[in-house]
């Protein structure tokens, strides 16, 4: 990934000098503060999105006292659930936990607010990237990836 990194660094050092703007990346999604690209709230991602695009998630914030059985009470097939840094990338901090003494211990462990999710078990994954120019009416699907763990 270092190797994949490097590169795209290089890339985006290109892009920075001409384009005149090291954010320029931020314009690629303009609802979201840094275009998703690092450092977003996937909460506040979710939040821009129709319902029914994403899974029930609930933010849990490590500053307030949390009543996590009374969270639990939310998802109806209780577990298993995933748990997920609320700001990250790549899969890291991302759990699936099967009872709630797996969940206590991320949440002790955790050092920023995570988003809990139902399990959602399909057998594969998948990352469509759409891309629509603002002056178009419509846009294109330019990316789909199958994602293997």
Not at 20 to 30: D, E, G, L, M, V
Not at 37 to 46: A, R, T
Not at 61 to 82: A, C, T, Y
Not at 118 to 123: K, R
Request: net charge positive; hydrophobic share 40%; glycine share 6%.
């Amino acid at each position: 990934m270092q190797i994949v990194y490097f590169f795209t660094g290089l890339y985006w050092i290109f892009w920075a000098i001409r384009l005149r703007s090291i954010s320029f990346y931020k314009y690629a999604n303009p609802a979201i503060p840094n275009g998703g690209l690092f450092g977003d709230s996937k909460f506040g991602i979710y939040s821009i999105l129709p319902n029914e695009c994403c899974p029930q998630t609930i933010l849990v914030s490590i500053h307030q006292s949390v009543d996590l059985e009374r969270i639990l009470m939310k998802f109806p097939n209780g577990f298993p659930l995933v748990l997920k840094p609320d700001v990250g990338c790549r899969g890291i901090g991302v759990q699936k936990v099967d009872d709630m003494e797996q969940w206590r211990a991320y949440h002790i462990k955790s050092k920023q607010d995570y988003l809990v999710q139902q399990w959602i078990a399909w057998p594969k994954e998948l990352s469509l990237f759409y891309c629509r120019f603002p002056n178009a009416s419509k846009g294109k699907i330019v990316s789909l990836t199958l994602k293997e763990f």
